[in-house]
């Protein structure tokens, strides 16, 4: 018997912030509405946009009850929404949906029943694929969800954070949270406005496991105006890679150990992990763009790999590209680019986990 076959009960939460996405707001907003569970609920928090958002999202009220609005007289931020998303939020399960993203179909059908079958699962995450402008929406590959769930210890996700310096979680739209946990692990955290899910994530694991799927959970658009960051790093033509910044992700790792991280038995040696890798993820990240051409921001970053790991001006950390799950493939991959002159394809646009 597949997931989606075994019966969905418990119910989900999902709030969407929104400013100014108006024109994206209805096919977020039915994405959750239509994946065929019954317990949905969602909460639309709009931070005084001026453009059509509160009236597509009063429009989405009056024709579904499990729609609700929250229409504030002033902007107060993201992670006000976020945070008032997780007070309101009494579901056995609970997300946040950017209202730019959509939720890929049958999605909350395939990862409830997964998460009731292993009760010691806090969170699950998964893939997503990108939406471009002018291109439809993809179709994504269903038999995906046919693979086991893989459960991984929350001090393992810990230590591959640490381990790569990076966030390998696309995203808040590619991760349900046990309603339980996400009370306990608290509130997102505005002195962090890059990087505050990358915290949240870590945070989440130092209470328990996680469930992950090669599957894609969300489809995020990729448009000027995204605050998403898994967004900002997809790769397709005619947009050029941004310049990568780790000094966000050093932001995630600082506040974290600083807090709900300084627990963990082994906090001092996963902080100096972090912040070893972070160098050497930087000075790899300055060698791809100077490879593009981009030298600003291969400037900046090797100064601050520098200032992280000082040796690697004299010794490359060429270990670093293999202790990363993709590090050789990232090598071979900005060596096409270097030599094709950077166009890949936009048929290959994925978001990975």
């Not at 075994?6 to 209805?26: I, M």
């Not at 870590?202 to 599957?215: D, I």
């Not at 293999?322 to 936009?346: C, D, Y």
Request: glycine share 6%; charged share 20%.
């Amino acid at each position: 018997m597949s997931e989606k076959q075994s019966g969905t009960a418990a119910g989900v939460d999902v709030v969407v912030p929104c400013y100014q996405y108006g024109r994206f707001l209805r096919d977020c907003v039915t994405s959750v509405l239509a994946q065929g569970i019954p317990a949905v609920r969602v909460l639309i928090i709009d931070n005084a946009s001026t453009d059509d958002s509160v009236e597509v999202a009063q429009q989405l009220a009056a024709e579904d009850r499990r729609v609700e609005l929250v229409a504030r007289p002033r902007n107060l931020g993201p992670h006000a929404s976020f945070n008032e998303g997780i007070d309101w939020a009494k579901a056995p399960y609970f997300m946040v949906l950017c209202a730019d993203d959509l939720l890929a179909p049958d999605a909350l059908a395939h990862v409830v029943p997964a998460m009731e079958r292993h009760p010691e699962v806090g969170f699950a995450y998964g893939r997503a694929a990108a939406l471009l402008p002018g291109e439809p929406v993809p179709t994504l590959d269903a038999s995906l969800w046919d693979a086991p769930w893989q459960i991984v210890t929350g001090q393992h996700l810990v230590e591959r954070f640490c381990g790569d310096g990076v966030n390998h979680v696309p995203g808040p739209s590619t991760v349900v949270v046990r309603t339980a946990v996400q009370k306990v692990a608290g509130y997102y955290r505005p002195e962090l406005p890059h990087t505050d899910d990358f915290e949240m994530w870590m945070r989440l694991a130092r209470l328990g496991p996680a469930a992950r799927t090669e599957a894609d959970l969300a489809i995020l658009r990729f448009h000027g105006s995204a605050r998403s960051a898994a967004a900002r790093r997809i790769q397709s033509a005619p947009y050029h890679r941004p310049p990568a910044m780790p000094w966000h992700d050093e932001a995630a790792f600082e506040s974290f150990f600083a807090h709900e991280g300084a627990s963990l038995p082994d906090a001092s040696r996963l902080h100096r992990l972090a912040r070893r890798n972070l160098g050497e993820r930087a000075y790899w990240a300055a060698v791809a763009h100077l490879c593009r051409g981009q030298f600003r921001p291969s400037w900046d970053l090797l100064k601050f790999a520098l200032s992280r790991r000082p040796i690697a001006a004299i010794v490359p950390p060429v270990p670093y590209l293999f202790r990363r799950q993709n590090g050789i493939e990232r090598v071979i991959e900005v060596t096409a680019e270097l030599m094709r002159g950077f166009r890949p394809s936009r048929a290959t646009a994925r978001i990975d986990g």
